[in-house]
């Protein structure tokens, strides 16, 4: 029996150039960064320990932005901390996600709560993470995608089911999907002290609808990972942190992009 799963569709949004280095991509067609809402900056990546890292700072919001660079449409399976941030599932590439439209640039802001809103992505202590309040602390401080290819030309026909195709026939691309989820895993599981995690913060508007999207194999053409810390954690690990990639703290005009909740009384 076929097995259904919702997938969803991020609207187009505005062209965007970033003044920072380019997002990590490894080999495939989708490039990720975070950004920090709060400095209006995409925060720059730093090699270590064989992984990518990012500074993130408490009580920041943050986006994942994704870039599809290919002039097809992909389906990315978002990760946070280990859970899927469609569906509050323990992630797994087979699960439910975003598709992008070919050159499409997209910003994922928080866990979605339904197909017209999101609670916001909000860099937190690692006990008040969404991950750790709801019983999940393992993998704290990681963001990472899981890319598919799509099996056939797009029809703009609305069609509200779809299955999952049969095994790739290259046994080669299933061992090598394999090992790729392992070293994800691996790292996640070295993990030590973290003191940064994914809190889950004000709800705020963000618009998506169903669409079709078969995939053309059970396995990702692309697994790509950021973790991120503190500052200080990462200059502790050896990592060095370039604290002149951060925006000024001084008075700005338009400091955030949307309107949040007054304090509580």
Known sequence: MKRLLPLLLILPLA??????????????????????????TELRS?????QRWVAGERGHRYAVRLYNDSPRRVLV?????????ISGENADPSQTGYVLNPGQRADITGWRKS????????????????A?????????????????????????????????????PAAQAEAAADASAS?????????????????HGAREQSSVRDTEFERASRNPIQMLQLRYDSARNLRARGILVDSSSRL??????????YVPDPPAR
């Open 248 to 257: 000024p703290r001084g008075p700005q005009a338009f400091p955030n992009r």
């Open 77 to 85: 399976v978002l990760s946070v901390d280990g859970v899927n941030a």
């Open 183 to 199: 070293h994800i895993e691996g790292y996640a599981r070295r993990a030590q002290a973290p003191a940064l995690g994914t809190g």
């Open 132 to 168: 750790s309040r709801t019983g999940r602390p393992d993998n704290i401080g990681v963001v990472g995608v899981a890319v598919f290819d799509e099996a056939r030309r797009w029809r703009p026909e609305p069609i509200l089911r779809r299955g999952l195709p049969p095994p790739a």
């Open 15 to 40: 062209g965007f150039t970033p003044a920072l280095p380019a997002p990590m991509a490894e080999d495939g067609p989708v490039r990720m960064a975070l950004v920090d809402r709060d400095r209006g």
């Open 115 to 130: 197909q017209d809103e999101v609670a916001q992505f909000v860099f937190s202590s690692p006990s008040g993470s969404y």
């Open 46 to 50: 730093y090699p270590g320990q064989g």
